[in-house]
């Protein structure tokens, strides 16, 4: 089936911004609370919110197979379950609808009334129900740097680092959405030079510069993907901060991994990009040596995304700072590899599971995807425009995330995650 939203000439007769991230090749999917207090499935373009619960309603997408209330629940669940042609159908019917020369929404008030909002007017939400969430490992330069930091530079990476992509099952229950903010964790932690581990707020809170994708229903238990196949499932990416307070992470990592350090939070953008608003921006990996074992190994062709990813730091009452600037198309393993290797052993995969890419970090000190690398453990500082310093993130800033492709045609982007960190929580006095 052809991917109409995909051609660069295409028009909207919704006012689209210069370089907005949300032209009309876009159409990402994402749930939100309208004016009205419903919440809905949505997409967007420009500045536009676009209610497909009332599209649905009001008769526009007519000859597609869809229940009543596909687009009248809370979560994307249901919507991502359908599959990869529904997927396009509803796309390309929505690429049509809002096309220029399409008079059919354009000049009916009464529907635009009930169909458009503009994005002041609504409250993103979560837009999947995350059954499960695997965290990968899948940054060369990343992996390189921490273990050339806390181990033998010469032997940075692990014996099994060039052969699996690495990865560890962490918890959905604390994936929020950008604007939610969170919390610094409590947690044991062994200071340099002491016997006994201490309890108390980590003092070292950090962001991961990640990018994730969220499934549709995969495979049955005991049914492996083929790592040829395993895009197919794919419904799109978002935007991710997997927040981590490096000095529990120390602490409690051996043998099992990351725990308490990890699970306090991870923050996601609103808007799921599908994979196949991405494909004009397709790109090659870099090259694998040692060549993976056969059910590891892709076809030759573009098999990554050139997608530009940069961070900011906001003080509270401040100005923001970018400090760093980085490309999904440095991961060394790709997402089909990882959705292979997740279900090479049967693991069964669900609409609405997410998977995230690991720490995205790039050759050279200004693309580096975390406060550890960029700081070197803590023994650099990092210049913020307003003067001050940081090593790590402290109380009441923000971070922000945003990414976007460009090509000589168009640009297609994902908005933004933005989180607050908070001091740590504070139990109300009993009266």
């Known amino acids: 089936m052809p991917i109409k939203t995909n051609d660069p000439n295409k028009k909207t007769w919704i006012p689209v911004p210069a370089n907005s991230d949300f032209p009309i090749q876009n159409i990402p999917f994402g749930v939100f609370l309208t004016r009205d207090d419903v919440i809905t499935i949505g997409t967007r373009i420009g500045n536009h919110a676009i209610d497909l619960g009332a599209l649905h309603q009001l008769g526009y997408f007519k000859d597609i197979p869809l229940t009543d209330d596909i687009f009248l629940q809370d979560t994307l669940n249901d919507f991502i379950s359908d599959g990869q042609k529904t997927w396009r159908l509803v796309r390309n019917r929505i690429s049509e609808i809002f096309d220029t020369d399409n008079a059919s929404l354009r000049d009916n008030e009464e529907h635009k009334k009930v169909v458009l909002f503009t994005m002041e007017e609504i409250e993103m939400q979560l837009p999947v129900q995350i059954g499960d969430y695997t965290d990968f490992y899948s940054s060369k330069e990343h992996a390189t740097n921490v273990g050339t930091m806390f181990r033998d530079p010469n032997n940075a990476l692990l014996p099994n680092w060039l052969h699996i992509p690495v990865g560890y099952h962490g918890r959905s229950s604390s994936i929020v959405t950008s604007g939610t903010p969170v919390r610094r964790p409590m947690g044991q932690t062994m200071p340099a030079g002491a016997e006994t581990p201490v309890f108390g707020p980590s003092k070292l809170v950090d962001f991961e510069l990640e990018m994730a994708f969220i499934t549709t229903d995969a495979n049955v238990l005991g049914e492996p993907i083929p790592v040829d196949e395993a895009e197919d499932y794919i419904f799109g990416m978002v935007l991710f901060n997997d927040w981590s307070a ?186």
Request: proline letters at 8%; one cysteine or more; aromatic letters at 10%.
């Open 246 to 431: 490096r000095d529990i992470q120390k602490w409690e990592y051996v043998p099992l991994g990351p725990f308490l350090a990890k699970n306090f939070a991870s923050s996601i953008s609103p808007w799921i990009v599908t994979m196949d608003a991405l494909q004009p921006f397709k790109v090659e990996s870099p090259e694998q040596e040692p060549k993976p074992l056969p059910y590891l190994l892709q076809e030759e062709g573009n098999k990554s995304y050139d997608i530009h990813l940069e961070v900011d730091i906001l003080p509270e009452n401040s100005t923001p700072t970018t400090v760093t600037k980085s490309n999904f198309k440095y991961m060394y393993w790709t997402m089909s590899q990882q959705l292979a290797h997740h279900t090479i052993n049967g693991c069964n995969v669900n609409s609405g599971d997410m998977m995230g890419s690991g720490t995205i970090s790039g050759p050279t000190p200004d693309s580096y995807g975390s406060m550890l690398e960029l700081s070197w453990g803590g023994k650099q500082e990092v210049k913020l425009n307003d003067g001050a310093t940081r090593k790590f993130i402290e109380d009441n800033d923000t971070v922000i995330i945003k990414g976007y492709c460009l090509n000589d045609n168009i640009r297609i982007g994902f908005g933004e995650v933005s989180t607050k960190l908070l001091p740590v929580y504070q139990p109300k006095k009993k009266q």
